[in-house]
């Protein structure tokens, strides 16, 4: 699975950072960032990006498929 965030949709209110501060963090422009890609288990990636109440956390399969948030 491969992950991504949405810059411009990032509200920073740091609910990534909560469920993952293994994976996210917020920069200085308090938008969250990816601080080790590798950090914490597929599941609580997961997790977090169905914490985030914009849904800027973005869900791939390894060849490029959207799974969440899934497109109407
Ligand atoms: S939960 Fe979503 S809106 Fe909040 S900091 Fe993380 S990515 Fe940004």
Do not use: W
Not at 15 to 20: E, I, K, L, Q, S
Request: aromatic share 6%; net charge negative.
């Amino acid at each position: 699975m491969k992950f991504r965030i949405s810059r411009p949709a990032c509200i920073g209110n740091g609910r990534c950072v909560d469920v993952a501060p293994e994976v996210f963090a917020l920069d200085s422009y308090n938008k969250a960032i990816i601080a080790d890609r590798n950090g914490a288990s597929e599941e609580k990636i997961v997790d977090a990006a169905h914490a985030c109440p914009v849904q800027a956390i973005i869900l791939e399969s390894d060849n490029g498929e959207r799974i969440y948030p899934t497109i109407e």
